[in-house]
């Protein structure tokens, strides 16, 4: 899956309203949509963004554990157990990108499920 598909099914699975904008490769907001702390913001890309990762996480319930013995971010759905998406920090920049992306990987695994049992 490609980051496009990645974030397009991350936003929908935390209820934005966003589209892709090939200009800057990220979810631009549509407007109407505001920060939890009541700020408009144009733009979304928790693969890139430290803080739109944990509210993707905080929002969907996500357990996140950087695991130093293994050298890999694991992420898991909080009430389920058989859902885990993992990272290897060392295919990635630094162990905070392999985070993100497990959490955006998890984050669109959970909107791709909610495309296939409809809306929600």
Same mark, same amino acid.
């Given at each position: 899956?490609?980051?496009?598909? !990645?974030?397009? !099914?991350?936003? &929908? ?18 407007? $109407? &949509?505001? @920060?939890? +702390?009541?700020? @408009? +913001?144009? +733009? ?15 929002? !969907? $319930? !996500?357990?996140?554990?950087? =695991?130093?013995?293994?050298? *890999?971010?694991?992420?898991?759905? +909080? =009430?389920? @157990? #058989?859902?885990?998406?993992? #990272?290897?920090?060392?295919? =990635? ?10 959490? %955006? ?7 791709? %499920? *909610? @495309?296939? #049992? $409809?809306? %929600?």
């Amino acid at each position: 899956m490609g980051d496009r598909e !990645l974030l397009e !099914l991350a936003a &929908k699975a935390a209820g934005l309203r966003a589209r892709w904008n090939r200009e800057v490769n990220c979810m631009r907001l549509l407007p $109407g &949509k505001k @920060t939890p +702390y009541g700020m @408009t +913001y144009s +733009y979304w890309d928790p693969l890139a963004d430290d803080g739109a990762a944990l509210r993707l996480a905080v929002k !969907l $319930g !996500l357990r996140v554990v950087c =695991h130093p013995a293994l050298n *890999q971010t694991i992420v898991r759905e +909080y =009430h389920a @157990t #058989e859902n885990e998406w993992t #990272e290897n920090c060392e295919d =990635h920049i630094d162990p905070d990108a392999a985070t993100r992306r497990a959490i %955006t990987r998890a984050a669109a695994e959970i909107g791709k %499920t *909610q @495309t296939k #049992e $409809g809306p %929600t």
